[in-house]
Nanobody, 126 residues
């Protein structure tokens, strides 16, 4: 198993930037593909970005492509989400998740991920 904890959330103005981090402990971090998801109040959880175990493949939701960047440092057991040009519609709780069945080609659906962090709030003010 792996335990995940997100950090780096906060409140930022429209157009600002934040970098989220997700630290993992437990089983070898490189065993997992990693994903970021978000959930706004009253809405379903949405895919944001995912990265393969090596970092060689990345995937993004259309809504964030070109503004967000996912990366990982396996030596530090950490995955990052750099968020630039933030918009009010990016306001949500952001979750990181781990998937050990699709290391090479991570999925865009939450059901593929077995392990989740508690989430971190991101608020973008207009």
């Amino acid at each position: 198993q792996v335990q995940l904890v997100e950090s780096g959330g906060g409140t930022v103005q429209t157009g600002g930037s934040l970098r989220l981090s997700c630290s993992a402990s437990g089983r070898t971090f490189s065993s997992y593909a990693m994903g970021w998801f978000r959930q706004a109040p009253g809405k379903e959880r949405d895919f944001v970005a995912a990265i393969s175990w090596s970092g060689g493949s990345t995937y993004y939701a259309v809504a964030v492509n070109g503004r967000f960047t996912i990366s990982r440092d396996n030596a530090k057991n950490t995955v990052y989400l750099q968020m630039n040009s933030l918009k009010p519609e990016d306001t949500a709780v952001y979750y990181c998740a781990a998937d050990d069945r699709n290391r090479l080609a991570p999925k865009r659906v939450g059901a593929a991920y077995d392990y989740w962090g508690p989430g971190t709030q991101v608020t973008v003010s207009s």
